[in-house]
């Protein structure tokens, strides 16, 4: 399975974007998608992720309330919409697919066995 994270770009503070992360070579059903992202100096931090189930999400506190993941099976794509952007979101953003179906583990890198290649996003302020 190969996924393809796009949709990055710049953006002044207080706006939006919305990242996809389309699947080839699989199907993301049955697999939990998680966006992560990685800061300049900074480790991959978990951002959010959405359950295999389809309907379950769940999110980082820094960006609970202004993110948003959805998918859409019949595309193979995953979704993060992105609102009220600030200077602190700037990073470039991976998508990740990981067969598990605990919660927990979608919060940890080390669950996703599959990973796109990243997408920027550049937040000014």
């Known amino acids: 399975v190969q996924l393809q994270a796009s949709g990055g770009g710049l953006v002044q503070t207080g706006g939006s974007l919305r990242l996809s992360c389309a699947a080839s070579g699989g199907r993301f059903s049955g697999h939990g998608v998680g966006w992560f992202r990685q800061a300049p100096g900074k480790e991959r931090e978990f951002v959010g992720a959405?359950?295999?189930?389809?309907?379950?999400?769940i999110y980082a506190d820094s960006v609970k309330g202004r993110f948003t993941i959805s998918r859409d099976n019949a595309k193979n794509t995953v979704y993060l919409q992105m609102n009220n952007l600030g200077p602190e979101d700037t990073a470039v953003y991976y998508c990740?697919?990981?067969?598990?179906?605990?919660?927990?583990?979608?919060?940890?890198?080390?669950?996703?066995?599959?990973w796109g290649q990243g997408t920027l996003v550049t937040v000014s302020s």
């Open positions: 990740a697919s990981s067969p598990s179906i605990i919660y927990s583990q979608l919060r940890v890198p080390s669950s996703y066995y599959y």
């Open positions: 959405i359950h295999r189930s389809g309907g379950s999400t």
